[in-house]
């Protein structure tokens, strides 16, 4: 009777392993989503390093608004910080085939987002009389109290300082919306897709209003380039998502394999679940009874596998049972 390993037991890779064919593709694939996030995230660090010599160029006092601004959307954190949650929790569930789990909570995500960003709009909207001030940092408290000439506090709080606020209150929801669905789409291992939407929109959206807002010396427009590739985004990851669903409600009704391997760790676990009570393709006792028996060969090749591997690091020729 198998009663479990007595050692630890530690198979070491070969060179001829390391060299495989198999090896060499995951290496590229995890260089090639890790070369993906990195375009992202070089993206948006452009645009805000674009921004702020931009508004420096312009003047103290926009540069100083655009600060202001900043630290208002940035106590508003908690729609945010859903999407790094799910970038931690989607994985796993995405990669154990657990998709129903994944689309329910990646749905619950995407609404919690969107409460929490729009209870940040009204709470904006409530204390829009506050809020600038409230939020102002001592650096600039010591540019009002020491530095700050009438035309720089024209440019910080002047003209039109309200139509930036309103502005940046009614799209706190698309703020939450780019920070959650590119997250689960890094979960869904969509990599590609996100890098090449934050490409296009830093280069066809931001660069043009940028530039154009520069030229004319507007506030405004610099404040609408940071936006319009937000907006790209949320857009763009939601359509792309909803494509995964729809192609994985086209594999859970057998029209689509999603590219599992016979034996690896995704087609094992369907078939353990489909074995504790889930029926076959044809919702019949006898695909089921194959399912199960599926399930037994792989439980077995995978003892098999331990066995062999208890002789390969037994050469005294003692057997571990």
Same mark, same amino acid.
């Given at each position: 009777m198998f009663k479990g390993p007595t050692a630890r037991l530690v198979p070491l890779p070969s060179?001829?392993?390391l060299r495989s064919a198999e090896t060499t593709r995951l290496a590229w694939?995890?260089? %090639?989503?890790?070369?993906?996030?990195?375009? &992202?995230? $070089? #993206?948006?660090?452009?645009?805000?390093?674009?921004t702020t010599?931009?508004?420096?160029?312009?003047? #103290?006092?926009?540069?100083?608004?655009?600060?202001?601004?900043?630290r208002i959307e940035g106590n508003f954190w908690l729609a945010g910080i859903l999407g790094f949650l799910f970038r931690l929790v989607g994985p796993k569930y995405f990669g154990a085939d657990l998709r129903g789990?994944?689309?329910?909570?990646?749905? $619950? @995500?995407? %609404?919690?987002?969107?409460?929490? &960003?729009?209870?940040?709009?009204?709470?904006?909207a409530v204390f829009y009389d506050s809020a600038p001030w409230t939020f102002a940092s001592s650096k600039i408290c010591s $540019?009002?109290?020491?530095? @700050?000439?009438?035309?720089?506090?024209?440019?910080?709080?002047?003209?039109?300082?309200?139509?930036?606020?309103?502005?940046?209150?009614?799209?706190?929801?698309?703020?939450?919306?780019?920070?959650?669905?590119?997250?689960c789409l890094y979960a869904a291992q969509d990599f590609d897709f996100v890098r090449n939407i934050s490409a296009a929109g830093l280069v066809l959206l931001f660069a043009p209003l940028a530039a154009l807002g520069y030229h004319l010396d507007s506030f405004l427009l610099l404040q609408l380039a940071g936006w319009a590739p937000a907006l790209l985004t949320a857009?763009? @990851?939601?359509?792309?998502?909803?494509?995964?669903?729809?192609?994985?409600?086209?594999?859970?009704?057998?029209?689509?394999?999603?590219?599992?391997?016979?034996?690896?760790?995704?087609?094992?676990?369907?078939?353990?679940?489909r074995s504790r009570g889930g029926r076959g393709p044809e919702g019949t006792p006898t695909a089921e009874r194959g399912n199960r028996s599926r399930t037994q060969e792989l439980a077995r090749g995978r003892y098999s596998d331990h066995r062999r591997a208890a002789e390969l690091s037994d050469p005294l020729g003692e057997r571990l049972v």
């Open positions: 060179r001829a392993a694939v995890a260089a %090639k989503s890790g070369a993906a996030m990195m375009v &992202a995230t $070089l #993206t948006a660090q452009a645009q805000s390093t674009a010599q931009l508004l420096a160029r312009m003047g #103290t006092g926009l540069q100083y608004r655009a600060t202001i601004v900043g789990l994944f689309w329910w909570v990646a749905g $619950l @995500c995407v %609404k919690g987002s969107v409460v929490l &960003a729009g209870v940040g709009t009204i709470t904006m $540019l009002l109290e020491h530095r @700050c000439s009438v035309p720089e506090y024209e440019e910080l709080y002047g003209n039109d300082f309200r139509l930036t606020y309103w502005i940046e209150d009614i799209l706190q929801p698309i703020g939450g919306l780019a920070g959650i669905l590119p997250a857009v763009g @990851c939601a359509w792309r998502l909803r494509r995964l669903w729809q192609q994985g409600d086209a594999e859970a009704s057998g029209q689509r394999d999603y590219g599992r391997e016979p034996g690896s760790v995704n087609e094992g676990l369907a078939d353990y679940r």
